[in-house]
């Protein structure tokens, strides 16, 4: 039967299993578990890929940043009461548990030693003991009256070790099942707090839990709630604590075992600085021991035996001991079924607890401070904004020196590392500054009406007047690699636009970006704005940051298509700004200029081939083929080296032709070049709309009809007549600087200036007005006049 399941592929667990476990779970023998020795030849199966990073470390001291997780090599997963049982409280949540079971397994296979600390057994026997009682006064009452009609029960309230003394063998014959579905075996075993105050119990514990793990099986552990007595409160010895519940046993064991992660999951998201639900409830990211001031605990879970507070008090037990600890959510159904996994690859989950303090703000800290500096800064008059970029493009110029040495930095820790491209991008120079501090001048000089500027006005009714007036977005979060020069620009337009700024930069411009961050702050202070920009140093992962989507309104990737991709996949109800690729085509026309093709050509592919609006696909008229143009464009391609691939319909026009393309959906961001060939303009712009990515499109021609019509049915971002690809830029355009190319449709496309990173509210002014004085036999009529909107400030 397992060859069946592993033959049939990866399918949700719950298809497959359920239904089955209803057949076999309480029918099984030992003679049918799986025998360690058959285990082994599985160990690599996984839907995750196998894990290669190394999974041992010295015990003692636990992990101080979550991204050191995945190292983790021996882990214990406690499940609460609420996470195991039912909304009723009377029986197993049978999918979330099958979901727990499967991320366990895929753990263990990848060689990691998982114990579990499990509830459930009341919740399991309290189910099977009402269905008997209720079984047997059905019986009774049909012995006794005679009749059919049963008369309304009563169930009496069952005692809760009855109820576990029941439930203890179906909730492991649950498990057993379970688990055997992927190969592994599993161990019962039950504890009291006496097997860890005997030291002969606690040492025959320890070495019964250390064989199962090196015979690759996974132990369940769970109190003995059959016999276990009630819980006292402070009975805690000094230095140990106390089992009476599965959170201060999981801690225990924890310890006891030198495990490198305690992963406890509850029914709320992890720990909250006030109750959960209440109004100004907030998740806490990260946890360090001496913060328990700082938080209010609320009541209990709604079934077990411990709160918030009991699960605190054990995981920071556990951390003093040397086992890193996170609490998170286990019945979110969003979530729940990838929760454990998660936390292992280090993801943020829940509360992590750690003894290592950052130095500086956390991120979550870091986007309050843009928020409230950014509603700063908009409330500044338009001068004194442009007069804080007048002031960074001096310090652009002024500090030129120190910039330089920091870039040198970078550069060198670069080398060997990076791809030619990328240091290209990384690089900084006398010039970039200088044309920095020209595209920043200009922004201040575009961004003296930009904020609060009224685009419309109408008079409702006799005084009441509405007005639409430009405002910023709020907090926008840029994610960038190796484009240091991307910080003052990005910051010269958030200043402009009044909206507060968290930055990301690559760890390879780490000396650049930390300057230049310094020099924006140093301008904003003039006028004590300095916490609207900030620059995220932590070690939290890009596929967090995008999850902050009570705290960032608007997330702008600059980087490679697949760094757009991957913050696309990965942003949680916030609006990414972007293009994933910048796949841009030239078309040559049959009436194409001989003496513009080539230095269109060139300037498009090959001044700064790395660019998102550099040349990809260059599409050729058919007629043009063997003439002298042709050969012209060929061998300039050849001089500036550039690599060519012939699409399929080039390829078949030639006897040796050059290696063809893999796809004409490639941005090669490198001096590389597709060529192919097409019949007519129509059939140019039909492959583009096949093979683009609606970036920057061009058609060289010199018959004005053909050049209107390609410039009205291509559905690009940017399409030109006669002009290099590389004209789609901000700072070209006029723009002063860009924050990005948008091929989107709402908002704003092409280079995002200025304009791009505000939005719009309404002010209604009136004097006393109600809805109902409109009504049919109201006394005011709606006038809807349009009004003069005040003139723009072009200057």
Not at 379 to 396: F, K
Request: charged share 20%; glycine share 8%.
């Amino acid at each position: 039967m397992l060859s069946q399941v592993y033959r049939s592929g990866f399918q949700p667990f719950h298809q497959r299993l359920l239904p089955w476990v209803q057949s076999t779970a309480l029918s099984r023998s030992p003679a049918d578990r799986v025998q360690p020795s058959t285990i082994r030849h599985v160990r690599s199966w996984s839907n995750i890929p196998f894990i290669t990073v190394p999974l041992s470390r010295a015990h003692g001291k636990s992990f101080a940043h979550r991204s050191e997780l995945k190292h983790a090599k021996r882990i214990v997963v406690k499940l609460g009461s609420a996470v195991v049982t039912r909304g009723d409280e009377c029986g197993l949540a049978l999918g979330r548990l099958a979901s727990i079971v499967e991320q366990v397994s895929v753990l263990q296979n990848q060689g990691r030693e998982m114990m579990l600390v499990t509830s459930g057994a009341v919740a399991f026997g309290k189910q099977r003991l009402r269905h008997e009682i209720l079984l047997s006064q059905s019986v009774r009452q049909a012995l006794h009256s005679g009749q059919n009609q049963l008369k309304e029960m009563a169930i009496p309230v069952l005692e809760a070790r009855a109820c576990a003394a029941a439930g203890q063998s179906g909730l492991m014959a649950l498990y057993e099942a379970m688990f055997t579905q992927y190969s592994i075996c599993a161990a019962q075993i039950l504890v009291t707090n006496l097997d860890f105050h005997d030291e002969q119990k606690r040492r025959n514990l320890n070495g019964t839990l250390h064989e199962l793990l090196r015979m690759n099986i996974v132990p369940i552990v769970n109190t003995n709630d059959a016999v276990v007595p009630p819980a006292e409160p402070n009975s805690d010895l000094q230095g140990v604590i106390s089992v009476k519940d599965n959170d201060s046993l999981a801690a225990r064991l924890a310890v006891e075992m030198k495990t490198d992660l305690l992963i406890v999951l509850s029914d709320v998201e992890g720990l909250f600085d006030s109750p959960p639900g209440s109004d100004d409830a907030k998740l806490i990211d990260i946890f360090y021991p001496g913060d328990q001031q700082s938080v209010t605990f609320g009541t209990k879970s709604r079934v077990g035996m411990g709160g918030m507070e009991a699960k605190v008090k054990a995981a920071l037990w556990a951390l003093q001991g040397g086992t890193s600890v996170v609490i998170a959510n286990g019945t979110h159904p969003k979530v729940s079924g990838h929760v454990i996994t998660d936390i292992v690859e280090g993801k943020k989950v829940g509360t992590f607890f750690s003894e290592v303090k950052p130095a500086g703000p956390t991120v979550e800290q870091q986007g309050d401070m843009a928020r409230s500096g950014g509603r700063m800064l908009a409330t500044l008059e338009p001068e004194q904004r442009a007069e804080i970029i007048h002031h960074l493009a001096d310090l652009l110029t002024d500090q030129r020196d120190e910039i330089l040495l920091a870039n040198k930095k970078d550069m060198e820790e670069a080398e060997g590392r990076l791809a030619a491209p990328l240091l290209k991008r990384l690089s900084l120079s006398t010039s970039k500054l200088n044309s920095l501090a020209i595209g920043l001048r200009q922004i201040a000089a575009s961004s003296q009406d930009s904020v609060g500027r009224v685009l419309r006005r109408t008079r409702i009714a006799k005084n009441l007047e509405l007005e639409q007036v430009t405002v910023p977005i709020g907090v926008l979060l840029v994610i960038f690699e190796s484009r240091p020069d991307c910080l003052p620009q990005v910051a010269a337009l958030a200043i402009a636009s009044g909206n507060g700024l968290l930055l990301k930069g690559g760890k390879e411009a780490t000396h650049s970006n930390r300057i230049l961050h310094l020099l924006a702050q140093e301008a904003l202070s003039i006028h004590g704005v300095k916490e609207a920009i900030q620059l995220v140093n932590t070690r939290e992962e890009v596929e967090d940051l995008c999850r902050l989507d009570k705290m960032i309104d608007l997330i702008i990737p600059r980087g490679s298509s697949q760094l757009v991709r991957d913050i696309q996949k990965a942003a949680k109800g916030i609006p990414v700004m972007g293009h994933s690729e910048g796949i841009c085509h030239m078309y040559v026309d049959s009436e194409a200029s001989v003496d513009k093709v080539t230095r269109l050509v060139r300037d498009s592919k090959c001044e700064y081939p790395a660019a998102c609006n550099a040349l990809e696909t260059l599409l050729i008229h058919r007629d043009l083929l063997r003439t002298p143009l042709f050969d012209q464009i060929i061998d300039m391609l050849r001089v500036e080296q550039v690599k060519i691939h012939a699409g399929p319909k080039f390829a078949s026009y030639l006897t040796f032709s050059p290696s063809e393309v893999k796809s004409l959906r490639t941005e090669y961001g490198d001096l590389e070049l597709c060529i192919e060939v097409v019949d007519s303009v129509q059939e140019a712009i039909d492959h583009i709309h096949k093979y683009g990515s609606s970036h920057t499109d061009v058609i060289v021609t010199e018959n004005e009809k053909t050049a209107e019509f390609f410039l009205q049915h291509v559905d690009s971002a940017c399409v030109f007549w006669n002009a290099s690809t590389r004209f789609s830029d901000g700072y070209r355009f006029g723009l002063g600087a860009e924050v990005g190319i948008s091929t989107s449709r709402i908002h704003a496309r092409g280079p995002v200036g200025l304009e791009g990173l505000l939005t719009t509210k309404w002010l209604l002014r009136g004097q006393d007005h109600v809805v109902s004085d409109f009504s049919e036999h109201g006394s005011l009529k709606y006038l809807h006049e349009n009004l003069p909107v005040p003139q723009r400030n072009t200057n």
